[in-house]
């Protein structure tokens, strides 16, 4: 389907908006996952409150059994349309060059942690919860932070280093959609290592969003900071990880761009 679109659109006066429809076309598979998925979680619930009201009557017993079945169910479908995601996310990557990430949210797979891309409020929510699951994936935590750098080998560069050093690192970064933060989260996407995107919530915290996405992902204890030039947001995050004892690896000069 991404590839007939993409055969379609290009050479013609569309082709420069065939990026954002084949973005739209995984994003279709993502939507219908994550529908299914609050599916399952309400048919877990349901099959938590159906276990305990359990008195040995047939009634009960019935119930029990329908929800477990309709659960299977639910679970194949999850597994499905995630598939389906994750192929047609491979496709876009090969067309667009770019690794496919929702705008908002989280992108899990239940098959495998490697490149996931986690939202910071899952990974929170899971880490309070001590679930270490899909949301929450235990590793070595490497914050990475950025303005409009764009020295593609040095940031790629230092990260292989990282990783080298910490086979289990995931990514902590602040989800920008362009700069040094991209190109980390296209190194991440490249070598398989899962990501957590620490995006500001601008409607709650409106102007203060950056410096609260800051204590966030310091809260989580990354165990090292990768500064890149930026703003001051940079210069924050790298002042407050020095006050806390973490310590930062700069690439490039200081000058904010």
């Given at each position: 389907m991404v590839d007939a679109i993409q055969s379609i659109f290009s050479g013609t006066r569309l082709e420069d908006e065939a990026e954002e429809v084949l973005w739209s076309v995984v994003n279709l598979f993502h939507r219908r996952l994550s529908h299914t998925q609050k599916r399952l979680d309400d048919n877990e619930g349901r099959q938590r409150t159906?276990?305990?009201?359990?008195?040995?009557s047939e009634v009960k017993s019935v119930e029990l059994e329908r929800l477990v079945a309709e659960g299977f169910s639910l679970t194949e479908c999850r597994n499905a349309f995630e598939a389906m995601r994750d192929v047609a996310a491979?496709?876009?990557?090969?067309?667009?060059?770019?690794?496919?990430?929702?705008?908002t949210g989280s992108k899990v797979s239940h098959r495998a942690l490697t490149a996931t891309v986690i939202d910071s409020r899952n990974f929170i929510s899971?880490?309070?919860?001590?679930?270490?699951?899909?949301?929450c994936p235990?590793?070595?935590?490497?914050?990475?932070?950025?303005?409009?750098?764009?020295d593609y080998?040095?940031?790629?560069?230092?990260?292989?280093?990282?990783?080298?050093?910490?086979?289990?690192?995931?990514?902590?970064?602040?989800?920008?959609?362009?700069?040094?933060?991209?190109?980390?989260?296209?190194?991440a996407d490249a070598r398989s290592v899962t990501q957590v995107a620490?995006?500001?919530?601008?409607?709650?915290?409106?102007?203060?969003?950056?410096?609260?996405?800051n204590d966030a992902l310091l809260d989580t204890m990354p165990i090292g900071v990768i500064a890149c030039p930026g703003t001051g947001i940079t210069e924050n995050l790298v002042d407050k990880a020095r006050a806390l004892g973490i310590p930062v690896k700069r690439i490039g000069n200081r000058k904010a761009s």
């Open positions: 159906a276990l305990a009201e359990q008195d040995g491979e496709h876009y990557r090969v067309e667009t060059g770019s690794a496919w990430l929702p705008r899971a880490k309070r919860r001590s679930e270490i699951e899909t949301h235990a590793g070595t935590r490497i914050a990475f932070t950025g303005g409009d750098y764009q080998d040095a940031i790629w560069q230092v990260l292989d280093q990282t990783r080298e050093k910490y086979p289990d690192m995931i990514l902590l970064h602040g989800g920008t959609p362009s700069g040094a933060e991209l190109i980390a989260a296209k190194w620490f995006k500001p919530d601008w409607k709650a915290n409106r102007k203060a969003a950056p410096f609260k996405r």
